[in-house]
């Protein structure tokens, strides 16, 4: 069993910056770890995600913007958002698939608002 805690999550101004952190309770340093989001009444897209090699995918509409990384040796994942947008509001989730176990944050809320 490998619980994610997600932090980092607040209000910021648009343009601004927010760096958010997940950190699995096991050794997870040979899985991917992602970073969904979910907005009000929208489905949960994916956002971002570093394989356990540090191979990173971006979706489209953050690239540029966000990037993911990784310390193993914390077996934490990291996503460093800039210039964020009224559009990245969401409730952001670390996920993790070990296997056949899917594992998920509880989430962390970010509001980009003036």
Known sequence: QV?????????????GSL????????DVRIF???????APGKQRELVAQITGAGRQKNQDS?????????DNAKNTAYLQMNS???EDTALYYCHLMAGTNDY???????????
């Open 62 to 70: 953050v690239k540029g913007r966000f990037t993911i990384s990784r």
């Open 32 to 38: 991917a770890m992602d970073w969904y989001r979910q």
């Open 104 to 114: 998920w944050g509880q989430g962390t809320q970010v509001t980009v608002s003036s």
């Open 3 to 15: 619980q994610l805690v997600e932090s980092g999550g607040g209000l910021v101004q648009p343009g």
């Open 19 to 26: 760096r958010l952190s997940c950190t699995a309770s096991a």
């Open 84 to 86: 964020l947008k009224p």
